[in-house]
């Protein structure tokens, strides 16, 4: 089991530019949740998505998106990056019954804006 | 709205040291109560978890007890080794938010030999 995979690792965009960062969920799990987390601080939910659809959302402007894929594969989209967007994005995988609470999580990709 | 408390690092230990790391929630809705660790350069790590009131949590000589009267999940580790060197986060998720895990900004350890 490859666990949750994220690609690329690192990153460097310029200002104003777009990124697409990808998560390949652990085995079996369809649940997907992209956090942000800049440095020395604790991850940010940015938003979850279920059967293809966002279950839920962060507070995160609209120039972030996302998509899910019918494999459970999903997509983070970030429109018109600013310099405080640099950061490690992070996705977890999980199943969405409750009764298993674990999520595991990838990597993550480094993106630096510059 | 939901928030987790954890105490500022850096921690520094010498090896066969006690542990302690508080952290503290509140919550709109029922928790459920994590602890992850970072190590250098990679993702977060389950390290244990408690779903219910005076449940306690364990793996790899790490224990935490949830405790509702006071609202606190603290983590323990009787001895640590230099392996434990890590950031631990601090975590949790309700039944209002099921699988949004809300963090603390997460407390740096360095055990030395």
């Known amino acids: 089991d490859a666990g949750v995979t994220q690609s690329p690792t690192h990153l460097i965009k310029t200002r104003g530019q777009q990124v697409t960062l990808r998560c390949s969920p652990k085995?079996?799990?369809?649940?997907v949740s992209w956090y942000q987390q800049a440095l020395g601080q604790g991850p940010q939910f940015i938003f979850q998505?279920?059967?293809?659809?966002?279950?839920q959302r962060g507070n995160f402007p609209d120039r972030f998106s996302g998509h899910q894929f019918p494999n459970y594969s999903s997509e983070l989209n970030v429109n018109a990056l600013l310099l405080g967007d640099s950061a490690l994005y992070l996705c977890a995988s999980s199943f969405l019954d409750r009764r298993n609470t674990e999520a595991f999580f990838g990597q993550g990709t480094r993106l630096t804006v510059v | 709205g939901d928030s987790v408390t954890q105490m500022e690092g850096p921690v520094t230990l010498s090896e066969e040291a006690f542990l302690t790391i508080n952290c503290t929630y509140t919550a709109t809705g029922y928790p459920s109560l994590f602890w992850y660790v970072q190590y250098p350069g990679e993702g977060l790590q389950l390290l244990l978890k408690a779903t219910k009131a005076d449940d306690k949590g364990s793996n790899k000589g790490f224990e935490a007890t949830y405790r509702k009267e006071t609202t606190s999940f603290h983590l323990e580790k009787g001895s640590v080794q230099v392996s434990d060197s890590a950031v631990y986060f601090c975590a949790l998720t309700t039944t209002d938010s099921w699988g949004k895990l809300q963090f603390g900004a997460g407390t740096q350890v360095v055990v030395t030999p």
């Open positions: 085995s079996g799990h369809d649940t």
């Open positions: 998505y279920y059967e293809e659809e966002e279950r």
